[in-house]
């Protein structure tokens, strides 16, 4: 049974909401830093993957993804596992909002470059 903190689920919902006001990951951790919260873990430094890594875990939605013990690249999903901090649709948003900032493209051929025109985080808003 997992047991929710919520002031890290307040947290967990903040950036969620930062990344789809279109806060880039180094403005989200600026935000964090000035707002002075610290890492689950009790450090003032957020790192960039710590912040990708909230923004692409399921198990925020209430659902868990368990991975075949058999080494394969097979996983099942477990829904409605938990109670959810943030909702599904917000989950998707931040995924496709992920990956139309992402500057890698994956060809048809399978092929993996960079985008002409990459997403900057220079705009750090």
């Known amino acids: 049974m997992l047991i929710i903190d919520e002031e890290e689920a307040r947290v967990v919902k903040r950036i969620y909401d930062w990344y789809l006001e279109g806060y880039s990951i180094g403005g989200i951790i600026d935000k964090l830093e000035e707002k002075k919260k610290k890492t689950s873990t009790g450090k003032e430094r957020w790192s960039k993957r710590a912040i990708e890594s909230i923004l692409i875990r399921e198990k925020y939605t209430g659902d868990v993804a368990i991975a075949d013990s058999g ?30 900032r992402s500057n890698v493209e994956i060809g048809e051929d399978g092929t993996v470059r960079r985008k002409s025109k990459k997403y900057s985080s220079k705009n750090r808003k």
């Open 71 to 100: 080494g394969s690249d097979n996983r099942y999903l477990n829904k409605k596992h938990h109670k959810g901090i943030i909702s599904k649709e917000q989950f998707e948003a931040v995924q496709l909002e992920m990956e139309l």
